[in-house]
């Protein structure tokens, strides 16, 4: 390495300093993005474990307030087991992507 001129060293300097500007921001980013991943994030799968899966009677449809249409006999829905509010199951896990809460009582599911 003696061989390289010191001109081209001190190019290489600027390309190795520039090098770990980047690296920098690279590390800081990821330790950014490790500690975003800590942060308590509802688990969809869990979260929709808490609600109670239930088939509406066919007499008396409930309104899912997330996509405000009628839940009926004709679907399985899951029920909170607070308000006993039921929702489409559908629109329950991608509320459950968002929020750990209740759609209707705002109960927090741990
Ligand atoms: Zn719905
Ligand atoms: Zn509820």
Redesign the pocket.
Known sequence: MLYYASDIDKDMNTYVNELCLIGIMAATMYVYKQINAKAPKPDTDYLLTKYKRVKVPEDSPEDCVICLDLVTFMYYGLQ??????TFHKKCLRKWCDESAS??????EYH
């Not at 909170?80 to 509010?85: A, D, L, Q, S, V």
């Not at 209740?102 to 109960?107: A, D, E, L, S, V």
């Open positions: 909170c087991k607070r308000c006993k509010h209740c759609p209707h009582c705002r109960y």
